[in-house]
């Protein structure tokens, strides 16, 4: 038959070794040479990695985003949207139940401006009486 050990089996080393091999270098009197700690020192400042954090290259965001971030987001752009949309609606439409208030808030008569053009006025058509020939 042949031998099988196992883990359990086999001699354990003595498990302090370690801590009197370094106990045992603690006593010695003999300090480390000075040429020994230069070379130790250059090494490691060697190794060392360059002073400061690394740069990193950050992508900038394109014209748009900045704009968005900068209103608040996409809730914040979606209400003054509406808003905007809301007030184009107001003015073009000039709704006959915003008269009133108006008239209460003014104290008086409102009057309505149309920037609008008539249809059948031509914004580039010279008139005779204007010295066109």
């Known amino acids: 038959m042949t031998d099988r050990r196992t883990k359990a089996d086999k001699p354990a080393p003595e498990a302090n070794w370690l ?7 603690r006593e ?26 690394p740069e ?3 992508a900038q965001a394109p014209w748009w985003r900045q704009v968005l971030d900068a209103v608040g987001g996409w809730p914040a752009a979606a209400g003054l949207v509406t808003a905007g949309l809301g007030g184009l609606w107001i003015g ?24 609008l053009a008539e249809p059948e006025v031509e914004f580039f058509a010279l008139d005779a009486s204007e010295g066109g020939t």
């Not at 480390?32 to 190794?47: G, H, I, K, N, T």
């Not at 008269?99 to 008086?108: K, S």
Request: hydrophobic share 55%; aromatic share 4%.
């Open 92 to 115: 073009w439409a000039q709704p006959a139940a915003l008269d009133a208030p108006l008239q209460v808030l003014a104290l008086g008569d409102v009057a309505s401006l149309s920037l």
């Open 56 to 58: 990193i290259e950050v």
């Open 19 to 25: 801590d009197d091999l370094f106990a045992e270098r």
């Open 28 to 53: 010695a009197e003999e300090p480390a040479s000075p040429d020994l700690l230069a070379r130790v020192l250059e090494d490691a400042y060697a190794a060392q990695p360059l002073a400061g954090p």
